[in-house]
């Protein structure tokens, strides 16, 4: 394979070098052959001269003719014999040189046969040498599925070939991970056993099963398999028939794409679209509904000031300023929401903005019959940010503790430092948030509260994240929910704040 990988990479005159190699393997062997047999020739020859030698010109010649005779009829059988012997040793010789080179041709001939079931065979021209035609077809097949292979690691979606007995070909690096399947399990497996026989892959394995049988194409269509690794994965797949040039039908070709990545990734465009829309309408609503909110919150306080201390007028009233406050505070998260970035940026001590924000919420009358117990991690080392603007994601994220919090149960909050993060987490014992609750808290404009704006987590995590933060949760049946901030440290520890 590397071979292959640098001729593609040496260009098309790489081709016609290869295609020399045959023509030189075949000049060596037609020099050494000869030369090989000529000195097995020349070897009996000596062997022969020196056994006749002392025959014939040592004086132990026969005295009479039939002696003679029988004497050369003896030297010529010996050197008919060791003829003999230098022919087999060369034939012997030959075969051992050529069966190697059988073996080759006869293995890329099985290698060109199986690459014309891609291409109509043609029919070699007239005294064309098998032997390098043979080796340049299997070096411009080899070329050919190297580039293939790079254009299927390339591709953005999975991809899968299956011949026509359903059996897979091909398994590119996208389908291992969508699957959950190594190419090396997968290839020279059929469907059935690359999936887990189970009912919810028999749509899937159904479909390419009906495209292997000649059913016509299939685009765009939808289905749930699970995986070796257990996990569900809801397919957005196609299959198309494999055609050789000949329009002979080779197998299938199955493209797939798991839909939750691209779901995920559309969900994550439209927070994205919704945050910005937010951010256009948030400088207009404050402008346009701010200051006649003030106006009409002091017009109330006044018409409730001048009302007996009995009139049905001062209730309604309150309601009313109750209505207000709650459209200002909107009109503040929106602002928020629209500009989550520091405004002020200064080392904060996290243990004194937790500490103060904590005493503030003992004293609101709301919070009464829920007690708070706090952990300060001494030694804490402080975070850069907008002080105000953490203060309101720590107090808006205990507001929503103490909410779920029934009277006579406790809030726990600690700060921590773990590397280079400082966390604050604040838990309570409330009624579990189900996992798809969790996945949109911090959604705009989403909540599970009756007179909540659903803004309050979203502002959050968005003004963390503008710090280099986040926001975890954690929930569930059997333990406390727990949300964490985590902030990156800024340096070392400040001197520490008396409670």
Not at 40 to 64: D, H, K, N
Not at 301 to 319: G, K, N
Not at 465 to 494: C, M, N, W, Y
Request: hydrophobic share 40%; net charge neutral.
């Amino acid at each position: 394979m590397p071979e292959a990988e640098e001729r593609i990479a040496r260009g098309p005159g790489a081709a016609a070098e290869d295609s020399q190699l045959p023509t030189r393997l075949r000049s060596r062997l037609t020099i050494a052959l000869p030369l090989a047999a000529g000195f097995v020739v020349l070897l009996s020859s000596f062997v022969l001269l020196w056994v006749c030698y002392p025959l014939l010109f040592e004086g132990s010649r026969p005295s009479t003719v039939r002696g003679l005779e029988r004497r050369v009829t003896w030297v010529f059988t010996v050197g008919g014999a060791f003829a003999l012997l230098g022919l087999a040793v060369a034939i012997a010789l030959a075969e051992w040189l050529a069966r190697p080179l059988r073996s080759l041709v006869s293995r890329m001939e099985s290698v060109r046969r199986v690459a014309g079931a891609l291409a109509p065979e043609t029919q070699a021209p007239p005294g064309h040498d098998l032997l390098r035609s043979t080796l340049k077809d299997v070096v411009s097949s080899m070329a050919t599925l190297v580039r293939d292979s790079y254009t299927l690691r390339s591709l953005e979606g999975a991809v899968m070939t299956l011949d026509q007995e359903g059996v897979v070909t091909s398994f590119s690096p996208v389908a291992e991970r969508v699957l959950d399947c190594p190419a090396a399990d997968a290839i020279g497996r059929r469907l059935g056993q690359v999936l887990p026989q189970e009912p919810t892959n028999a749509a899937f394995i159904g479909s390419v099963s009906g495209a292997l049988a000649g059913a016509a194409c299939v685009s765009s269509a939808e289905a749930t398999v699970r995986t070796r690794g257990g996990r569900l994965a809801r397919l957005g797949y196609t299959l198309s028939p494999l055609r050789n040039e000949a329009g002979a039908l080779l197998g299938t070709v199955v493209t797939f794409k798991d839909l939750a990545e691209r779901k995920m990734a559309e969900q994550v465009m439209r927070h994205a679209e919704n945050l910005a829309l937010l951010g256009t309408m948030a400088f207009r609503l404050a402008h346009e509904i701010g200051n006649p909110l003030a106006a009409m919150s002091g017009l109330v306080e006044l018409i409730r000031d001048q009302s007996p201390p009995d009139s049905p007028h001062r209730e309604h009233c309150r309601m009313m300023l109750e209505s207000i406050e709650r459209l200002k505070r909107i009109c503040k998260e929106l602002l928020t929401i629209g500009q989550p970035e520091p405004r002020k940026v200064e080392p904060v001590d996290v243990n004194d903005l937790v500490r103060r924000t904590v005493d503030l919420c003992r004293h609101d009358p709301e919070t009464k019959g829920v007690e708070v117990q706090a952990a300060y991690a001494p030694g804490l080392p402080p975070v850069q940010g907008d002080r105000e603007r953490l203060a309101e994601v720590v107090l808006n994220i205990l507001r929503n503790a103490y909410q779920a919090t029934r009277s006579g149960g406790d809030i726990a909050v600690a700060t921590s430092a773990a590397g280079a993060r400082v966390s604050v987490a604040i838990s309570n014992a409330g009624t579990p948030i189900p996992p798809e609750v969790q996945e949109k808290l911090f959604t705009p404009f989403f909540t599970t509260r009756s007179r909540g704006t659903g803004l309050g987590l979203a502002l959050s995590q968005q003004v963390v994240k503008a710090h280099g933060g986040q926001i975890r949760v954690d929930s569930g049946p059997g333990r406390r929910t727990t949300f964490t901030i985590e902030l990156p440290a800024a340096g070392p520890a400040p001197e520490a704040v008396e409670p």
